[in-house]
């Protein structure tokens, strides 16, 4: 087993204990909650700031700024036109929120999102242990709280205890799924 699989798969554990914590109806304080996103959404910037976006310039010179913008694009091109709403402060639409239709969206999102997750940890593996092992790291970090978030997003929104614990083992087995699909593509480029 390698390395990465090893890193996707302890990724993985660590948003089904999130998704575990809440379905067992342990509480976190909200400070708790806010201190582990502030942690990893801090080291998240600092990968991309300090190793990331220098490696890419190296590597792919002026190439890699319109990449950054072709990344930057589509993500608002998802959040604002395919998803269509955007919030510039605290406004919540508790009405919009607790319903079934939102848990779903936030699962497929999340389940992409955690996708993306095992594609990096395995892109970074193979190009480079020590950017693998740092952005391993970023997405532990996220982990546990996405799991907390995913859990309390379904049962906020009427579901049960087990759909809450289900929600947050797709999202875990969506993080695998992104790290073998690296796996077969790098393997099946090596063939060729």
């Known amino acids: 087993m390698t390395y990465a699989l090893i890193f996707g798969l302890i990724a993985a554990a660590a948003e089904i204990f999130g ?8 509480e976190w ?6 201190y582990l996103l502030a942690l990893s959404a801090g080291f998240l910037l ?19 700024s319109l990449c ?3 990344g930057y694009s589509m993500l608002h091109f998802f959040e604002h036109t395919i998803v269509g709403h955007l919030h510039f402060g605290e406004e919540t ?8 239709t939102a848990s779903l969206s936030a699962l497929f999102g999340l389940m992409v999102h ?4 095992g594609l990096a940890i395995s892109a970074g593996m193979r190009f480079d242990t020590a950017i693998g092992i740092l952005i391993f790291i970023a997405v532990l970090l996220h982990k546990l709280p996405e799991g907390l978030t995913i859990a309390s997003i379904m049962m906020a929104s009427g579901n049960d205890r087990r759909d809450a614990f289900l929600a947050s083992l797709c999202v875990g087995a969506a993080t695998t799924a992104g790290l073998q699909v690296n796996t077969i593509f790098t393997n099946v480029a090596a063939a060729l």
Not at 19 to 24: E, I, K, M
Not at 114 to 117: G, K, L, P, R
């Open 68 to 70: 950054f913008l072709a």
């Open 114 to 117: 955690a996708f993306f997750d």
């Open 46 to 64: 600092a990968l991309a700031f300090f190793e990331l976006i220098p490696e890419s310039l190296t590597l792919l010179g002026e190439t890699a």
């Open 19 to 26: 998704g575990a914590l809440v379905s067992l109806r342990k």
């Open 29 to 34: 304080p909200r400070k708790v909650q806010e």
């Open 93 to 100: 639409h508790r009405d919009v929120m607790i319903s079934r």
